[in-house]
T-cell receptor, first 109, second 114 residues
Framework: RKEVEQDPGPFNVPEGATVAFNCTYSNSASQSFFWYRQDCRKEPKLLMSVYSSGNEDGRFTAQLNRASQYISLLIRDSKLSDSATYLCVVNQAGTALIFGKGTTLSVSS | EAGVTQSPTHLIKTRGQQATLRCSPISGHTSVYWYQQALGLGLQFLLWYDEGEERNRGNFPPRFSGRQFPNYSSELNVNALELEDSALYLC?????????????FGPGTRLTVL
């Protein structure tokens, strides 16, 4: 089983749609969790950290289920500018960030 | 505040040569991380330096090496280049060694091995 698994997509949605991405991780000792966004041929940028209590930042909501080792990202009211690859990232003590391969989102008008 | 910078932007080498990639972290950041992003693969962790010391390395052969200088900048060296080393090499920095610290990425060096 891969350390961090994501559905690669692509997810093709119209503007205004709600879209959800899922991610699972294999190491139960993982301590912190993030969603990064990567535009084509650019560097990844932090979108948001993910907390057990769930957290929201505008149109973006992240959830963590430690028991199921599952992370999700919900994007409401999708914009054209949301088109990118979304990377699920897990941090294990003593190592470094473990990245999923990413889920590609394409928002069309 | 300047972000993470990397040089060169692009690098073209032939098989068997050596490549040197450079990274300057955000001012005040002591930790530097190197990642490889090959086509079709996710970001793979290469090396982590903090305060001049190598803290951890990923599952890469010893011909991938690096160092961190007293000013916290870092160098990644890849010896005996192979075709499959062609990839985007990303450097990231963070304020310290707490792995919950956010990592900020540079724009990357695109290495092409012919």
């Amino acid at each position: 089983r891969k350390e961090v698994e994501q559905d690669p997509g692509p997810f093709n949605v119209p503007e205004g749609a709600t879209v959800a991405f899922n991610c699972t991780y294999s190491n139960s000792a993982s301590q912190s969790f993030f969603w990064y966004r990567q535009d084509c041929r650019k560097e990844p940028k932090l979108l948001m950290s993910v907390y057990s209590s769930g957290n929201e930042d505008g149109r973006f909501t992240a959830q963590l289920n430690r028991a199921s080792q599952y992370i999700s990202l919900l994007i409401r009211d999708s914009k054209l500018s949301d088109s990118a690859t979304y990377l699920c990232v897990v941090n294990q003590a003593g190592t470094a960030l473990i990245f999923g391969k990413g889920t590609t989102l394409s928002v069309s008008s | 505040e300047a972000g993470v910078t990397q040089s060169p932007t692009h690098l073209i080498k032939t098989r068997g040569q050596q490549a040197t990639l450079r990274c300057s972290p955000i001012s005040g950041h002591t930790s530097v991380y190197w990642y490889q992003q090959a086509l079709g693969l996710g970001l793979q962790f290469l090396l982590w330096y903090d305060e001049g010391e190598e803290r951890n390395r990923g599952n890469f052969p010893p011909r991938f090496s690096g160092r961190q200088f007293p000013n916290y900048s870092s160098e990644l060296n890849v010896n005996a280049l192979e075709l499959e080393d062609s990839a985007l090499y990303l450097c990231a920095s963070s304020p310290g060694t707490t792995l919950t610290d956010t990592q900020y990425f540079g724009p990357g060096t695109r290495l092409t091995v012919l």
